[in-house]
């Protein structure tokens, strides 16, 4: 009963740290989408690529980029979408 | 008048504003107001964009007057700035800032303002800035439309030198307008984080 637990224990940690190591976290939300690229993410979603600025671990990332930039696991993203008004 | 704000805000503060150098483009709701903060504080030499005249339908919310509807936004600002503050070296710049010209027109800049009006200004503005421009530091703004609350206003610090004031999601829509009050709430963010990078205090 104790092997079982203990077995289970560790199942679950490996599984919770793999869960961990294949997410990418944008706008705060972990998302599965490591290995994508950029260009890839971006064009699944609704953001209008005229109106965004994104930042990967505290860099910007060039538009001219977005299609090279693998998403890796860990990263921490930004979308920035800006609206109309000033 | 330098005597003046040597005394209400000492003299080390005073001297970093008057050796600064900002650029605000876009002399609307967001950088005329923005305009008349940093002139108040005494910023040594402002550097201001906008290719745009006074309109009757921008006296809700800009900084000018009826007497000035029509004329360039440049000249009618420079004119209220000079009465508030004519220690202040003003740069005025006529004309609609893109991707070609920015880099010569912002070369002077210490820090940058994003003042315009369109989604597409600002993220246009963002990209040549932060991709070309690393030394600079830019204060932007997006979302401060309608009525919605004054306290959702803020300033947040998206890398080092990129800066975001307002709601971020209240744009401008149909039946959704800009309101006098609530855009100087952001132009105010975003002057006031210009002071507070100048004074080393960088966190928003």
């Known amino acids: ?86 | 008048m330098q005597a003046a704000l040597r005394e209400r805000q000492g003299a080390a503060l005073q001297e970093r504003f008057s050796a600064a150098s900002v650029a605000v483009c876009g002399l609307g709701g967001l950088g005329s107001h923005i305009a008349v903060s940093l002139a108040r504080a005494g910023i040594g030499r402002l550097i201001l964009i906008d290719f745009d005249r006074v309109d009757v339908t921008n006296l809700h919310r800009q900084e000018y007057k009826v007497s000035q509807v029509g004329w360039y936004k440049t000249e009618a600002l420079r004119e209220n700035l000079l009465e508030i503050a004519p220690y202040t070296q003003y740069e005025m710049h006529t004309v609609r800032l893109d991707e070609h010209n920015a880099a010569k027109l912002l070369s002077g800049a210490d820090l940058i303002c994003e003042a315009f009006d369109g989604a597409e200004d600002k993220a246009m503005l963002a990209g040549v800035v932060l991709e070309t421009m690393p030394e600079k530091y830019l204060i932007a703004a997006s979302g401060m439309a309608g009525l919605g609350s004054a306290n959702a206003i803020r300033t947040r610090r998206v890398t080092d030198r990129f800066y975001l004031c307002g709601d971020g999601v209240s744009g401008v829509s149909d039946g959704l307008g800009l309101v006098s009050s609530r855009v100087m709430l952001c132009a105010a963010h975003q002057a006031h984080m210009v002071l507070r990078i100048l004074a080393n205090e960088c966190e928003p």
Not at chain 1, 11 to 37: D, W, Y
Request: charged content about 25%.
């Open chain 1, 1 to 86: 009963m104790l092997e079982r637990e203990a077995a289970r224990s560790v199942a679950s940690r490996f599984l919770f740290c793999m869960e961990v190591k294949s997410m990418v976290k944008i706008n705060g939300e972990s998302l599965p989408v490591a290995g994508q690229t950029l260009a890839a993410y971006l064009a699944a979603t609704d953001y209008d690529l005229k109106r965004i600025a994104v930042e990967r671990n505290g860099e910007i990332i060039p538009k001219a980029q977005y299609g090279e930039t693998v998403l890796v696991d860990g990263d921490s993203l930004e979308v920035v979408s800006f609206v109309g008004g000033g």
